[in-house]
């Protein structure tokens, strides 16, 4: 029979100082010490892992567990997943899974439909070292637990390792708020360490390992924060849904970044900032709902991981068409590339840094918190004011935009963070339009803001490229390249604000 349950828990990964320094910021907690040792199985084409699902066999002590998870349900830094877990006999060898001892569980479905329990292979296993206690917070029942140890996996035939330190603390009886209330006593505690929020399982980690291109960036796209609102929802519930998923991207994101500093972690973080800093001005314009000194925090962060964007974009894509139009002077061009290299890795350390800090923890859990408290009174709903925030999105890029090939760099990059504003709102909004044609107008509106894009990433490029080289030969390169493609740009600019101008509004179409 299997023992049914959710499970709640905040985790809080170990950046810099030791497990036995978060030992003593805890307190006076009486714990256990166990070993554990886990084996993960999936199939050789992950059936389990792209239903959602994570089966493990464990090693507690003289204990033998066989345990399945599902994803969360929400995306919250602070998740709840369905687990089951049954009971194995006691033997000093891993017992075989016994999958029939799993009664009502996903898992079943999958055996009926035709899944095989004789396809499940170890894909990854773990090492664990747990320190585990309980204490109470705010009239709720919390399991505390050190973990330090190991995920191993083998790739072609080579041996992979990953360290794990890491506090776990799991909701056993009562409100998840108070979850977050002890994560920011430690955080806030110090005693020599670093914790900031994670969101990553060691289960996602350990298929990361052992996949060939490690952990995939969590995706912050347009329809997984439209889903989470409807028209009727008070747009400051909408609000706090869509900080909950993008706090949670950001978060996931961050995970990936400390380990692997890869420009899509950066770049979908970024992504999920400008979503979440989008639907404040949009649900809470006069800034009487989220935290003045939250929104501060969140502009820090854009702005830590928008120069390290800025310099990927730089070396990846922008700089390779600059040397590819210069005709000459090769010591120019190894100049250029060893400067933008040089920028690209201080930008990395940089965000690495900042989402390890504990400003950045502090920022996290605060706006986690904030989610979780009730909203005020509604006066109107999501529906009710979609076309009139539209609106006037629209008058401001429309405004600003006239005359466009006339304007300068700067206010060009105003035009730009109009058009974007406004695509990240009608992303948002859009399914709670009455009428149809949103599609058609975010595409052109999407081409628009790709235009008015490389645009700026060009003027991006001369700008850093030239503060960051001090020669003459380098300079003539990139005068040359940015005199080829503004004008195009403008002129391509130009021509799709006349023609989004001229269609008819989604939001104004009964």
């Not at 100082?17 to 199985?41: N, Q």
């Not at 999936?42 to 792209?50: H, I, K, Y």
């Not at 973080?269 to 800093?277: C, F, H, P, S």
């Amino acid at each position: 029979m299997s023992d049914t349950h959710t499970e709640t828990e905040l985790k809080l990964a170990l950046v810099k100082g030791s497990l036995a320094r978060a030992r003593r910021a805890i307190g006076d907690v009486r714990f256990d010490e166990t070993v554990i040792e886990d084996v993960y199985f999936d199939t050789p084409d992950a059936v389990l892992r792209r239903r959602g699902l994570v089966l493990r066999l464990r090693r507690d002590g003289d204990r033998w567990l066989q345990t399945l998870k599902a994803a969360s349900t929400g995306h919250s830094v602070v998740p709840v997943r369905g687990e089951w877990e049954v009971a194995l006999p006691a033997r000093r060898t891993a017992p075989a899974l016994d999958l029939e001892r799993f009664e009502i569980t996903p898992l079943r479905v999958l055996l009926r439909a035709g899944l095989e329990a004789d396809a499940l292979v170890p894909v990854f296993r773990t090492r664990i070292s747990r320190r585990r206690g309980m204490l109470e917070r705010g009239g709720s029942q919390i399991e505390v637990a050190l973990d330090r140890g190991e995920l191993r996996a083998r790739v072609e035939g080579r041996k992979r390792r990953q360290p794990v330190a890491e506090v776990e603390l799991e909701l056993k009886s009562g409100r998840p708020q108070d979850l977050l209330d002890l994560g920011r006593e430690l955080v806030q505690r110090g005693h020599g360490m670093t914790l900031v929020p994670a969101l990553r399982s060691k289960a996602e980690r350990g298929y990361g390992l052992a996949a060939r291109d490690g952990l995939v960036a969590a995706r912050a796209s347009a329809g997984g924060f439209a889903d989470r609102l409807r028209a009727d929802m008070p747009p400051a519930q909408a609000l706090r849904e869509v900080i909950r998923h993008g706090l949670a991207l950001v978060v996931a994101n961050a995970d990936a970044l400390r380990g692997d500093p890869a420009s899509e972690h950066v770049h979908q973080a970024r992504v999920a900032l400008r979503r979440m800093r989008s639907a404040i001005r949009a649900f809470d314009p006069y800034g009487e709902d989220f935290p003045a000194r939250l929104t501060k925090g969140l502009h820090w962060l854009a702005q830590t991981l928008g120069t390290a964007r800025d310099w990927d974009v730089i070396v990846e894509q922008t700089l390779p068409a600059i040397l590819t139009s210069a005709t000459e002077d090769e010591p120019g061009q190894r100049l250029l590339r060893r400067a933008a290299r040089r920028k690209q890795a201080r930008a990395i350390r940089q965000a690495v840094a900042a989402v390890s800090s504990r400003r950045y923890a502090r920022l996290v859990l605060r706006i986690a918190r904030w989610s979780m408290e009730d909203a005020a009174a509604a006066t109107s709903s999501v529906g009710e004011i979609a076309a009139s925030l539209l609106e006037q999105a629209a008058d401001r890029l429309f405004k600003d935009a006239r005359s466009f090939s006339r304007l300068g760099q700067q206010k060009r990059h105003r035009v730009r963070i109009h058009a974007k504003r406004l695509r990240y709102a009608l992303d948002l909004l859009a399914p709670s339009l009455p009428g149809r044609g949103a599609a058609d107008y975010i595409e052109a509106l999407a081409a628009l803001q790709d235009t008015l894009g490389e645009l700026n990433d060009a003027a991006v490029a001369l700008a850093r490229l030239t503060d960051a080289i001090d020669a003459a030969g380098p300079a003539r390169i990139l005068e040359e390249w940015f005199g080829g493609v503004e004008q195009e740009l403008v002129a391509r600019a130009a021509l799709q604000l006349n023609a989004l101008d001229r269609r008819p509004r989604p939001w104004s179409i009964a």
